[in-house]
C-alpha cells in the first residue's frame, strides 16, 4: 500500500447548543492533537442543510461554532480551521463518490434510519448520502486519522469502503498516473477522549444530545454558572451513595455518567473520584462537580462570547482557513478526475 504522510481530519455540524459531550468527547483532543498532527477541523455546514433549517440561524450558527472551536484552544495558525461549504471540492468528490458507493452499503447506516425514523420516503436524498459526503469530507485531504464518537464510526468505516474500491476499481489507471498503488488512504478511527461518550443528564442510557427536547439534559457550552449548578442538582440519580470503587456503578448508568464527566473534568481517572467521594450522597458530590465544571467551562463561555461579538474576526478565520484547505484539497480532486478518465482542460 502507497505510504500516505499523517494527517488528522475531523469536523462538527453548526446545529447550535454545542455541549459537555462535544468538548469531553472531542474538542478536548482536537486541541491536543495540534502538538502532534497536521490537523484539518472543519465546521460542516452542507451537512446541516440535510434536514430543514432556518438559513438565519444557520448563519449564526456556524459564527458560534467556529468561536466555540477557538475559545476551546484550537489555533488557526496550527490547524486549518474553515467551513465546509466554501471548499467545493468537497462536493464535487461526494459526487464521484455517489458513484462508487453502493445502495445496500448505504442501506445499512444506522444513522439514517434514526434520524429518518417513520418518514424515510420523506427524508432528502441529502440525508441518505450523508455518508458519502463524510467520505469526500476526509478522503478530499488524503487524511490518514479521523477523530470520531462511536456514533460515526460506522461512517468512517464506510470511508474505507469507497476508499478501497476507488483504489481496486481503477487500480491500473492509479498506477498509470503515478500514484503507485493506492490513491486514497484508508483513514483510521481515533476513538479517544477522557469521556468518549457522555450521556444525558435525565437519563444515563442515552447520549448527550443537543437535539433533546429538554436542555436540562445537556450541559451547553454557553451556560453560565447559575446554569450548570441547576442541571446538576436536577441530573437523574439514585438514592443509594457513590461506591468506594468503580465496578459498583455498574447497573447505576446515572451515578457512572456523573463521575465519569467529573473524571474527564478534572483529567483523572473514576478510580481515584471514587476514593474521594465513595460513600458520600449526590447531595455532596453533586455540589462539587458543579464547581468543577464551571471552573472548567465558564473561561471558554465567555470566550465564545467575546469572539462572538467579532464576526468580522470569525469570518477571516474561516475565509484564510478556506484558501488553505482548498490548495491542497484541489490537486486531490484534480488527480481523481484524471484517474477516471475525466477531461480538464483549464488548469
Known sequence: MTPFPERVFSGMQPTGNLHLGNYLGAMI??????ATHECIYCVVDL??????HDPATLVGDIRELTAAYLACGLDPQK???????QVSQHAELAWIFNCIARLGWLNRMTQFKEKAGKDREKA????FVYPNLMAADILAYKATHVPVGEDQKQHLELSRDIAQKFNNDFAASIADHGYGEAYFPLPEPMITGPATRV???????????KSDA???SRINMTDDADAIAQKFRKARTDPEPLPSEPGGLEERPEADNLVGIYAALAGTSKESVLKEFGGAQFSVFKPALSELAVEKLAPIGAEMRR???????IDAVLGDGAERASALARPVLDGAKDVLG???TRK
Open 47 to 52: 451537512h446541516a442543510i440535510t434536514i430543514k
Open 214 to 216: 429538554s436542555d436540562n
Open 29 to 34: 483532543n482536537w486541541v491536543k492533537m495540534q
Open 342 to 344: 475525466l477531461l480538464r
Open 307 to 313: 469572539l462572538q461579538a467579532d464576526a468580522s474576526y
Open 199 to 209: 450521556m444525558s443528564l435525565r437519563d444515563g442510557q442515552a447520549k448527550m444530545s
Open 79 to 85: 490547524s486549518i480551521i474553515f467551513n465546509q461549504s
Open 124 to 127: 432528502s436524498t441529502g440525508l
